[in-house]
């Protein structure tokens, strides 16, 4: 499995408090099934000013613990960015980061109160080559009282990102609630766990994976955990939901290009 959402880099934002507590992190991760995790740490001035350049070398650090520890996890730079007016700016000067240095990212709205013109404003950062990742919309405070604009940002062409936790009950019943319809309502394109410790919001998507798979078919459940996260650190468009179809990438188009990474570990 692909994990793309984690606060796994230590001592960087609310998730990992030191070295030991994300290797700990990550061996529950390999423990549970996922093979590829992104370190995505809160960009989200004042109350955390990440850059990427931090981030990228805390990810080396990382990657360095992990070979020295034997933890066989792949890393990925990334970063959970909050909304700003100035976020195309910042992705474009690399001090906020995409999954992987591709067009996707992970796009954090406010949790108590909905942006206005939000769907405008997705719009504009798809027409400028950014392709936002939404993170956890089922936690949101305002899907309570603007469902219908939460289903219309889903069906504008972002991808939605369900967390793991939110489907297995850990945030209570009306997350629950609001991760099984949509999820029923063919609003969701991956899982992720997003990760913030060992122990109480702790790396591992099976149980929601099979929960999906439990609803919506194994195929589906798959797609949430490996095939849409490889398409999109692959740097692919998605196909649209309930498409058996992923869009090829320029190396596959090529084959005299170098497969890279991904392509080694899953044979593409």
């Not at 809160?42 to 020295?68: C, E, S």
């Not at 972002?158 to 629950?176: C, E, H, K, N, P």
């Amino acid at each position: 499995m692909i994990d793309l959402h984690s606060h796994i880099l230590p001592g960087i934002d609310d998730g990992a408090g030191s070295v030991d507590q994300a290797l700990e992190m990550a061996r529950i991760a390999v423990q549970d099934g996922t093979r590829i995790l992104a370190c995505t740490p809160h960009i989200n001035p004042p109350v955390y000013t990440n850059t990427g350049p931090q981030i990228l070398q805390a990810v080396d650090q990382l990657r360095q613990a992990l070979v020295v520890n034997d933890i066989p996890l792949e890393l990925v730079a990334g970063a959970d960015v909050h909304i700003s007016a100035n976020m195309a700016a910042h992705l474009s000067s690399g001090q906020a980061l995409s999954l992987g240095g591709t067009k996707y990212f992970l796009f954090e709205p406010p949790h108590d109160v909905m942006p206005p013109r939000i769907v405008d404003f997705v719009k504009q950062l798809m027409d400028q080559g950014y392709m936002p990742v939404l993170t956890h919309p089922e936690r949101l405070k305002w899907i309570e009282h603007h469902y219908d604009v939460m289903s219309e940002l889903a069906n504008c062409g972002l991808v939605v990102q369900l967390t793991a936790a939110s489907l297995t009950g850990l945030f209570g019943d009306r997350i629950q609630y609001w991760s099984e319809r949509m999820l029923d309502e063919g609003l969701v394109d991956i899982l992720a766990s997003d990760a913030h410790d060992h122990k109480y919001r702790k790396p591992g998507l099976s149980q929601a994976r099979d929960m999906v798979a439990g609803r919506l078919g194994e195929e589906e459940a798959r797609k949430m955990v490996l095939d849409r996260p490889l398409s999109i650190l692959k740097g692919a468009s998605l196909a649209p939901r309930g498409s058996s179809t992923v869009a090829q990438t320029e190396s596959e188009a090529n084959p005299k290009k170098s497969p890279g990474l991904f392509g080694r570990l899953f044979n593409r």
